[in-house]
């Protein structure tokens, strides 16, 4: 089953295989803050700071449409490729450097269907979450929960590494590179964006 992916002015257009969507997370780490404001849209985040984030397969992500309109930004020089569409700022996905690594973080904002649809599909949003020290309220969680969330995240990709899928897909081409050089922001920038600075800080 397939769901549309659309930025929020439709250039980029693209679907999620469901079958390669191995579990929904809240992630609530500074960088995943960050991003969120670096973008600048509103909702992005939710009421304790937290991105919603669907650990996929890459091949399970496609870009359809307005490839040339994804762009791609990191927190330093080592961190996750952070990559959305550059015409209207809409978050598309985090990988990491290593084409390798065979896993996407889809940004659920570029889901293109009802909440409710959504959270029939993935999930709902708030079951499983990630670096919740850093939320900007508490958030109710377990160790468990994460335990189990992490485990799911991290068991398709460990898996796929030793069959040698085809990793990257669609933020690198065929030799691993990614699809854009990132525009890395400077320490001072990354820092403004952790603490809630406005986007061009
Ligand atoms: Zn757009
Ligand atoms: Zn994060």
Redesign the pocket.
Known sequence: MLMPLR??????RGELDLAGAHARATCYCRDCQAFARFLGGDGLLDARGGTDVVASAPDAVRITAGIE?VACMSMSPRGLLRWY?A??R?PLANTSRDAKLYYTGLVAACLDAAPAAVDEALGPRDRIVANAGSATAPVESSMLRFLAGGVRIFGPVIGARLRGRRAGAPFFDAQGRPLREPEVVSRERRQALQRGGPAGA
Do not use: I, S
């Open positions: 930025c929020r002015c439709g250039q980029v309109q569409a015409c209207c809409t």
